[in-house]
């Protein structure tokens, strides 16, 4: 049986796209399709992804190592462009990671967006929290690289 280590993080990023826009990247799962993943994981599928109060996402990807990425999640409340707050458990070949609520935060900057992630939760082993942090950072560096090579307004 795994160690249980609690903690928070937060990861923040600046995107040159209107708040509509980037909020629009997690809420339409062909969208998010496009740009979702990290340098961990390859070519992750969404397998669900109901964007409403109540909702689910789930979504699954081979790891480099061969080793499966699971992300299942529910929706407990959305402010369309401006925030939602989701409950979700992350397993790496079968074994949990981690059990957490995130609340991602679209905040505009300009003629930007400034996204704020926060996590808290329960890591299942000493290496969850670090690998959670590094997916989320890679995967909001993905939505950051696909957005700009949409262009400003596309």
């Not at 925030?83 to 790496?92: C, E, P, Q």
């Not at 959670?132 to 995967?139: D, Q, V």
């Amino acid at each position: 049986m795994s160690e249980l280590f609690f903690g928070a993080f937060t990861v923040t990023r600046r995107y040159d796209a209107r708040p509509t826009r980037v909020f629009a990247a997690f809420a339409d799962r062909e969208i998010k399709q496009r740009w979702m993943g990290c340098e961990a994981v390859s070519a992750p599928v969404i397998e669900q992804l109901d964007f409403h109060v109540g909702g689910r996402e789930m979504s699954r990807g081979g790891g480099l190592d061969g080793v499966e990425h699971l992300f299942d999640g529910r929706y407990l409340d959305i402010v369309p462009d401006s925030r939602f707050v989701f409950a979700f458990v992350m397993s790496v070949g079968g074994r949990k990671i981690s059990a957490s609520l995130g609340t991602v935060e679209f905040t505009p900057d300009g003629e930007g967006t400034l996204l704020t992630f926060n996590e808290q939760g329960v890591y299942f082993g000493e290496d969850g929290w670090a690998e959670r942090e590094e997916g989320t950072a890679a995967g909001l560096d993905q939505l950051g690289a696909w957005l700009a090579s949409q262009g400003k307004e596309a």
